[in-house]
T-cell receptor, first 110, second 113 residues
Framework: ELKVEQNPLFLSMQEGKNYTIYCNYS?????LYWYRQDPGKSLESLFV?????AVKQEGRLMASLDTKARLSTLHITAAVHDLSATYFC??????????FGTGTRLKVLA | EADIYQTPRYLVIGTGKKITLECSQT?????MYWYQQDPGMELHLIHY???????EKGDLSSESTVSRIRTEHFPLTLESARPSHTSQYLC????????????FGPGTRLTVL
């Protein structure tokens, strides 16, 4: 059974700092997704990673995928307050059924 | 721009009532999903569908049913609501391209008294 773990669960960081969120999964998959959720809102797609070594960047966020290590990272560069949100990774179990991670609640302090 | 709609957005009902949460998308996506999410917590898959007349159970399906008679419509029914059903329900859809992601509706926030 596919399990997806994220860490940390909570992250409080100063503006301007860098940090990385980790997403580990338990069985083979080469499709991984990152989403953002603001409080009280729905999920918004950030990145689609479809192969080993895939790297995507959008603004201050960069996501990568290592399928051999079963690990994806979401790197935040020079954080700003607007990045405060909960970030989820999701892994395709192989049949377009998605298993979500526990989420990382990010708070960027001014 | 993804067009996926959910109604109602908020619902407060009493225990034992039967309710249907509506979800519609205008993108012609074949795959649709229902998730349950407590505030700030992980998403749990309730049901999903690969197309018309196709439905599959997720992890939390035992107390609800779905139907997929039309491509654009994927309603979720709770036969007898309980306080434990109090949560947010998110509908999502996905196209057939390998590069596609899931697009989420705005959610229905359900409170069962």
């Amino acid at each position: 059974e596919l399990k997806v773990e994220q860490n940390p669960l909570f992250l409080s960081m100063q503006e301007g700092k860098n940090y990385t969120i980790y997403c580990n999964y338990s069985t083979t998959s080469d499709r991984l997704y990152w989403y953002r959720q603001d409080p009280g809102k729905s999920l918004e797609s950030l990145f689609v990673l479809l192969s080993n070594g895939a790297v995507k960047q959008e603004g201050r966020l960069m996501a990568s995928l290592d399928t051999k290590a079963r690990l994806s990272t979401l790197h935040i560069t020079a954080a700003v307050h607007d990045l405060s949100a909960t970030y989820f990774c999701a892994v395709d179990s192989g049949t377009y059924k998605y298993i979500f991670g526990t989420g990382t609640r990010l708070k960027v302090l001014a | 721009e993804a067009d996926i709609y959910q109604t109602p957005r908020y619902l407060v009902i009493g225990t034992g009532k039967k309710i249907t949460l509506e979800c519609s998308q205008t993108m012609g996506h074949d795959k649709m999903y229902w998730y349950q999410q407590d505030p700030g917590m992980e998403l749990h898959l309730i049901h999903y569908s690969y197309g018309v007349n196709s439905t599959e159970k997720g992890d939390l399906s035992s107390e609800s049913t779905v139907s997929r008679i039309r491509t654009e419509h994927f309603p979720l029914t709770l036969e007898s609501a309980r306080p434990s059903h109090t949560s947010q329900y998110l509908c999502a859809s996905r196209g057939s391209m390998s590069t596609d992601t899931q697009y989420f509706g705005p959610g229905t926030r359900l409170t069962v008294l």
